[in-house]
């Protein structure tokens, strides 16, 4: 007949499976929190997060706080398959369980308020624009952001570049003629003119 396998008893390719993606995210995680750390370390003078537009554009806070979270769920897992701690193993099963549910609320509160994200997040890019370039990370992550998703501000478009002071043109964009510019243009021209 067959061994007999106690109900405890882990499969010992799923034990060292589970363990060794636990250990490698459990690593990188690790990893990532002290990238994190370490930027927020070098720009210590400038750190400030007053606001979510602050706290969302901050690259070093959002490394941290989701390497924090990946290390939480990661260690239950790393150390219940190797240790067969079934209390562990619940705690991993549980916080899954609860990540998913609550990616799947979100998703569905997304949809079901899909205008007041749009308005919530515009106001995020509005204030963005307005403060571009007053902080490098800022810029760089609007930059990206502008060449990746092929687009120019919010939902006002382009238009919303007129909120950011380097960006805004006078109420009269165009230059009135005067003659020292037809006087520069004229050697330009002249060749091109059939006469």
């Known amino acids: 007949m067959g061994k007999y396998h106690p109900s405890h008893h882990v499969n010992e390719w799923i034990r060292y499976l589970l363990y060794g993606f636990n250990f490698l995210l459990w690593l990188l995680s690790i990893g ?8 927020i370390a070098i720009r210590e003078d400038e750190l400030n997060i007053n606001s979510k537009l602050e706290f969302f554009t901050d690259p070093a806070a959002i490394i941290v ?30 916080l899954l369980i609860i990540l998913f549910v609550v990616e799947i609320i979100l998703g569905i509160l997304v949809f079901a308020f899909s205008g007041q994200v749009k308005q919530e997040i515009d106001e995020i890019v509005q204030e963005g624009i307005r403060q571009y370039r007053t902080d490098a990370d800022l810029t760089n992550f609007i930059d990206f952001a502008q060449r990746e ?47």
């Open 32 to 39: 990532l929190i002290l990238v994190g750390i370490l930027g």
């Open 65 to 94: 706080a989701v390497a924090a979270v990946v290390f939480l769920i990661t260690f239950f897992g790393c150390v219940g398959a190797l240790n067969e701690n079934c209390l562990f193993l619940r705690i991993y099963f549980i």
């Open 149 to 195: 998703l092929e687009c120019c501000g919010g939902l006002g478009g382009f238009t919303d570049w007129t909120n950011n002071r380097y960006f805004a043109c006078p109420d009269d964009p165009m230059p009135k003629p005067t003659w020292k510019l037809a006087v520069f243009l004229i050697p330009a021209v002249l060749p091109r003119m059939k006469i």
